[in-house]
């Protein structure tokens, strides 16, 4: 089973450039949506639109709330998430191709806001 946000969840993600080292992905969703579980490798998300959501895995959960125009560094992780504001979600993700040190964990949810 793959857990590729392209491949998961296709009506949200879709890839705008590619290349060997990075794999720029667009994301929108709508107010209510909730996408099945998916992983992300090292990247940096730029918000497009300001956004509510409930980030969750197997054991953790965790809302975030971020303006838009950020850009942030979000640790390699796996997790669904939940559109619980009222505005749609616009966001570029700029993935990093190069393997981490660390793998995949709840400990990391969401970006880092600092």
Not at 93 to 102: D, G, R, W
Request: avoid cysteine.
């Amino acid at each position: 089973m793959t857990l590729d946000p392209v491949s998961t969840n296709p009506e949200n993600y879709r890839v705008v450039f590619e290349n060997e080292r990075v794999r720029v992905l667009e994301y929108r969703d709508e107010p209510g949506f909730s996408s099945v579980p998916h992983a992300h490798p090292d990247s940096v998300m730029v918000t497009l639109s300001a956004f509510s959501r409930r980030l969750s895995t197997d054991d953790a959960s965790v809302e975030v709330e971020i303006p838009a125009g950020k850009a942030m560094w979000l640790g390699a992780q796996r997790h669904s998430g939940h559109n619980i504001g009222t505005s749609d979600t616009h966001v570029i993700f700029v993935e990093l191709k190069e393997s981490a040190a660390t793998e995949p964990t709840a400990a990391r949810l969401g970006p880092a806001l600092a």
